[in-house]
């Protein structure tokens, strides 16, 4: 089953459209990347999903059923913009935010205990959120987003302001979510995060889906039959099947060669033809990075 | 529903449980007693401690022949008038009074001279002791003596009584206009302090981002009302605490220091209100005020006065979520506040203008009725008890009023707590206030 399947989702407003026909399909146990530049919609999207506004047409689904206001308890959301009541203490303020999620005031308090014992900082229980320092604040935040045990769970740029030892707390804990059958939508403009991370992405850019997909299709989509060769020695020509993009010179004789085949070739085939006019030290295929396809694309749009 | 409970239990807790609760709570209606005890006493230190000053009294007439008073010495003079001048200027006397020749039928000319500026105070006693020594004159011209004076001066303190009550029980006009004063400012405070209190939680909940987190757990509505209504509970536990408060207070204190100290008090208020006249018979005040209070239908008042206070501060706090989920600062608040604020200083203003000089007329009326203003209105005329249809009317109206204005808020409100760092006018509020869901 899917996690999350929209239709159609459209959000205007006065003078311009936040969110134009966005269908995307979010596979259940998946890392899913949200992905576009600033203002592309992302953030509308995300805030339809969590019914904090509302669509102008389209639907949503969660998990086989119409959205709904049950549902805001199936959801754990980490906004970008993110803040604790600073004068309640990391205690009460775990267990208020977990009782208007719906839990009992019981499990709330159970449950923030044991995430507390988690992240090992038991010590905070009783601090105000306005002494803790920046990256305690952040736990804390975390903590209140998945501990009411969301089957869906959405951050918005989870790992601005991380220091590189939290983020990998962190990082873990959402391997260890998606492991426990969890669903998780990231949305971000760090490529790096969508590489590591993601199974799934869509592209957002001016209020449209651009690209969706799993990473593995996007990048075969994207690849371009480009290989980067190492090599001994200059060679002059290629057949004509093949095209030099460049070449250039590592040390003494050594050189580094860009070459992009036509459709019906392969790379077994362009290897052994290499081999007879060069020495072949490495051979890789140019996968275009996250990061390639996504400027690519939205370069392509404002074209 | 539940989550609009939660709310409201959150921000009832939470300020309750803090310390400036407590000390305000606890201090102000302590404060307030603490001033006027203060001030009076102040007062009759001054009373006491005011030194007898001398006057010398230039006397052309030959007619006016001033008693000494407790605060007044009077010299005569007999010199020409730029010449006392200038000998009195020498002296360390107080004034110099200088009464030229004239009828009796007409006493005009004379002047009071002085090194300072003269109190009012002090113009009005010299001025009241001649004019009672001119009457006597005057009586002796026409004839009359003292004795048929004595039998001519009558004393007449009109009592009005209220024919609606039952009984047509005695009707104690200043007081109530006093009480209706206490009580009408008491609302204008209390709206304006709390209605504050949302907004600064507002923002508060605005700048350090908490909001989006909670308004993907509840509607922005619910969050709004949740904290409205809060607030409000917080608002009348202080208030009843202080009901509580001060009917302990009083009733120990006036057990304590009994009726003696206030009835002087109050003598002493008389004798330096009516200088120079012999000191009317005045029925105990204190005796008069405590049955004044009793008589009162008290619980009728704090019923409507919690009832007020409720209404005005809902319609007001709405408006003042709205503005609090509208900005990013309290500074920027600013400019919105005082369009906010304005009616009900408004109906501050009647208050003293229309409602208490007379609390039937057709202003009354119309103040008490429309919402805006009815919360300080009406309240400043409850001690009147108005008739029951008035305020009927007033009280649905201003639950129209604030259901209108939370309506009006809550569309601000849902859109306003969203954003960040955009420069909001009255346009901008109109436009997140069409905007759909």
Known sequence: MDALIARGVTKRYTNHTALDQVDITIPERTIYGLLGPNGAGKTTLIRIINQIINADQGEIFIFGERLHQKHIGTIGYLPEERGLYKKLKVGEQLIYLAQLKGLTKKDATDRSKEWIRKFEVTEWWNKKVEDLSKGMAQKVQFISTVMHEPKLIILDEPFSGFDPVNAQIITNEILELREKGCTIIFSTHRMETVEDLCDHIALIDKSKKILEGSKKQVKDTYRSNTFVVDHKGQFAQLPPRYNLVSQKILEENYYRSIIRMSGDTNSNQLIRELTEITEVHSFVEKIPTMSEIFIKLVKAEKS | ?437
């Open chain 2, 1 to 437: 529903m539940n989550k609009v409970w939660l709310i409201f239990k959150r921000e009832f807790l939470n300020r309750v449980q803090k310390k400036s609760f407590l000390i305000a709570t606890i201090l102000i209606p302590m404060i307030f007693p603490a001033i006027i005890a203060v001030m009076l006493y102040i007062f009759q230190q001054q009373e006491q401690g005011a030194t007898r000053v001398t006057v010398e009294v230039l006397d052309e007439s030959g007619k006016i022949a001033l008693e000494n008073t407790d605060r007044y010495e009077f010299v005569p003079v007999s010199m020409p008038l730029e010449q006392a001048q200038k000998s009195f200027k020498e002296t360390d006397h107080f004034a110099l009074l200088y009464i030229p020749p004239f009828e009796l039928s007409r006493p005009q000319g004379m002047q009071l001279f002085t090194k300072e500026n003269v109190s009012v105070r002090r113009e009005d006693e010299i001025a009241g002791i001649v004019e009672e020594r001119i009457r006597v004159l005057k009586m002796t011209a026409y004839n009359i003596n003292k004795e048929t004076l004595d039998k001519l001066k009558t004393d007449v303190s009109i009592k009005s009584f209220n024919l609606n009550d039952d009984a047509g029980k005695e009707s104690h006009t200043r007081l109530l206009s006093g009480l209706g004063f206490v009580l009408g400012i008491l609302i204008y405070i209390f709206v304006l302090v709390y209605g504050m209190q949302i907004m600064l939680g507002v923002i508060e909940e605005k700048t350090s981002k908490i909001v989006e987190v909670i308004v993907s757990s509840v509607r922005p509505f619910q969050l709004m009302l949740g904290k409205i209504l809060g607030i409000a509970a917080v608002g009348l536990t202080q208030f009843a605490i202080w009901v509580v408060l001060v009917s302990v207070l009083s009733t120990v204190t006036l057990r304590i220091f009994g009726f003696e100290s206030d009835q002087q008090a109050m003598e002493q208020i008389a004798k330096v209100n009516t200088p120079g006249t012999e000191q009317i018979i005045m029925a105990n005040p204190v005796m008069e005020a405590t049955e004044f209070i009793s008589e009162l239908p008290v619980l009728y008042i704090i019923f409507n006065f919690a009832f007020y206070f409720l209404g005005g501060y809902l319609l007001y706090g709405a408006l003042f979520a709205a503005v609090g989920a509208a900005v990013d600062s309290q500074q920027e608040a600013q400019q919105f506040n005082l369009p906010i604020m304005l009616p009900l200083i408004i109906g501050y203003f009647a208050l003293f203008m229309f409602i208490l000089p007379d609390p039937h007329s057709t202003a009354s009326f119309w103040f008490s009725i429309i919402p805006f203003t009815s919360p300080v209105a009406m309240v400043g005329r409850l001690a009147y008890e108005p008739p029951l249809w008035q305020l009927i009317l007033s009280q649905l109206s201003l639950i129209a009023g604030f259901i209108f204005t939370t309506w009006v808020a809550a569309r601000i409100y849902r859109v306003g707590i969203l954003m960040h760092g955009s420069k909001v006018n009255y346009k901008v509020l109109v436009k997140w206030f069409m905007m759909k869901g």
